[in-house]
């Protein structure tokens, strides 16, 4: 018989909706709140059917074994390491797998953010799956959210957990934005990291970690927001940075760690960077 809760050590907290409604009209909870929040250990025959969907979007943090959620027309199947986002107002139904049930952290979430947050994850109903990459981060979050609501539901306590789904559901959105180790635009990113002191032409990095020019620049601009150079460019002034920051090299010293080996033309590159000198950066907090 399908069953909603009564799994061995688990958690469950339901926010009382009176408190809920009230939280959603003040400051930062009415952002982004926590209705509901639990973790159902080796949950079998855990199953849920919701015709007409949720007020509240729903993250599923599957710790260990696999289940199932339908949404829309399409199942998808859900295993360890991964996560589905349910958006508000969709119908879904989901359970857990006989044969190896799973272990899930769950929240629903609401609040006037959380449709940019999801977003954010790039999620939809026809792709709700997420890896994570993190997941000792995601389930202490998980746990830090109900461990707050667990002793009590006052606006502190709402306030602690609305911060901790704020972190989870960012940390999902970047586990998203990065690659994978042996993901092309990581091998690009780390052999950019590796040559800070020269100059990368885009056709021979892109030919290195096997994709197109084109390709290899829209994975950047997805990741970065810029392009392949403009990353490129970012790693070498953060190395100048710290270089200003923690050594006395001279400005001509440091231009030349980063692959300058005119002084003036990087003082001009890092003026229109910064809005200040290498010189001023350095002599800005003495």
Known sequence: MPIEEGFRGQRLVVVPRPVVSDALRKPVTRRLLVTDVG???????HQMSRPRGTNETIVMVCAAGTGWARIGDTTHRVGSQQAIVIPRGV????GS?????????????????????????????AR????????????????EIVTNLERDQTPARLMAASGAAWKLLTQLAVDCLLPAPEDPLQRAMNYLSDRLD????????ARLVGV???????????ATGGGVLAH?????????RQLLDTTDATIAEV?????????????RHFRRRHGMSPSAFRARDS
């Open 232 to 240: 490129h460019t970012a790693l070498r002034m953060a190395r100048a």
């Open 91 to 94: 119908p879904h139904s989901y």
């Open 255 to 267: 231009a030349r760690d980063v692959g300058y080996h005119d002084p003036f033309y990087f003082s």
């Open 198 to 205: 020269g100059s990368v032409r885009v056709p021979e990095l």
């Open 39 to 45: 973790y159902y250990p080796d949950a079998l025959d």
């Open 97 to 125: 797998d006989e044969s190896h049930p799973w272990t899930i952290w769950w929240a629903h979430i609401t609040g006037t953010d959380a449709q940019e947050l999801v977003e954010g994850m790039e999620v939809t109903a």
């Open 212 to 222: 197109s020019p084109t390709h290899l620049t829209s994975l950047f601009r997805r």
């Open 128 to 143: 709700p799956v997420l890896r994570v990459r993190t997941m000792e981060r995601a389930v202490a979050l998980l746990d």
